[in-house]
């Protein structure tokens, strides 16, 4: 079992970039993913990106990708989602979740962990 704590949330310019990290206390194992969710007010929690604690396998929703890349840094124990060129529609709260298992998923369900969450404002 892991915690996570997120931080780096605040207000971001359409087009600027903002970093989200991941702090994970525990000692994720191997076969470990990790993957960043928003939930945008009055809308359901939605899949942003995931990535595996070993390996490079990732996966990214199409809203975001090639603007949004998440990363690792296992020595820090720490995952990264950096944000590039948000949009308006990004404003949300961003959580972190980790799950057992190797597949890199999108299913909101099959997340066991979860952070508190960091506010990320867009103005528009």
């Known amino acids: 079992q892991v915690q996570l704590v997120e931080s780096g949330g605040g207000s971001v310019q359409a087009g600027g970039s903002l970093r989200l990290s991941c702090a994970v206390s525990g000692r994720p194992a191997s076969n470990y993913v990790m993957a960043w969710f928003r939930q945008a007010p009055g809308k359901e929690r939605e899949f942003v990106a995931g990535?595996?604690?070993?390996?490079?396998?990732?996966l990214y929703a199409e809203s975001v990708k090639g603007r949004f890349t998440a990363s690792r840094d296992n020595a820090k124990n720490t995952v990264h989602l950096q944000m590039n060129s948000p949009k308006p529609e990004g404003k949300a709260v961003y959580y972190c979740a980790a799950k057992r298992g190797i597949g890199v998923i999108r299913t909101l369900g099959q997340y066991e962990e979860w952070g508190q969450g960091a506010q990320v404002t867009v103005p528009s």
């Open positions: 990535i595996r604690w070993i390996g490079e396998s990732s």
